[in-house]
């Protein structure tokens, strides 16, 4: 389990090395796939897996109780978004897709910051 911990910690990692990279074309999939039909829910569904599988996994791996506290965190913010209203959601959405490309690196940095913290809270103890 702390494999898989681990690899969530690697994912976080590498989407923020190419957010740094190429956030203009990070941001264009991303509102490709916001704007879809189905692409909200399935990336809300993905933050819920993912936050299960922090919380899941953390017993395994050397920091349970760090990866607790960030899986429910995760798990409480994604769980916003299942519950806001459409008009809420678009504007939300597009909020988030008018930032400028130096905000997307600011993120994409704190995020490659935050999947390293994973990575190594996921080492078994």
Same mark, same amino acid.
């Given at each position: 389990?702390?494999?898989?911990?681990?690899?969530?910690?690697?994912?976080?990692? =590498?989407?923020?090395?190419?957010?740094?990279?190429?956030?203009?074309?990070?941001? *264009?999939?991303?509102?490709?796939?916001?704007?879809?039909?189905?692409?909200?829910?399935?990336?809300?569904? =993905?933050?819920?897996?993912?936050?299960?599988?922090?919380?899941?996994? !953390?017993?395994?791996?050397?920091?349970?109780?760090?990866?607790?506290?960030?899986?429910?965190?995760?798990?409480?913010?994604?769980?916003?978004?299942?519950?806001?209203? *459409? %008009? *809420? @959601?678009? %504007?939300?959405?597009?909020?988030? =897709?008018? *930032?400028?490309?130096?905000?997307?690196? @600011?993120?994409? !940095?704190?995020?490659?910051?935050?999947?390293?913290?994973?990575?190594?809270?996921?080492?078994?103890?």
């Amino acid at each position: 389990m702390a494999t898989v911990v681990a690899a969530i910690g690697w994912l976080n990692i =590498l989407l923020g090395l190419f957010g740094l990279l190429f956030p203009a074309f990070l941001m *264009r999939r991303a509102a490709h796939l916001w704007r879809s039909r189905h692409g909200g829910h399935l990336a809300t569904c =993905l933050r819920l897996l993912i936050s299960a599988l922090l919380v899941i996994g !953390a017993p395994y791996c050397r920091w349970p109780l760090a990866l607790q506290i960030i899986g429910t965190l995760s798990l409480v913010t994604a769980l916003q978004v299942v519950f806001l209203s *459409r %008009e *809420r @959601y678009v %504007e939300l959405r597009e909020w988030l =897709l008018s *930032r400028p490309a130096s905000f997307i690196r @600011y993120s994409s !940095a704190s995020g490659m910051l935050f999947g390293m913290l994973i990575v190594q809270a996921a080492a078994t103890p």
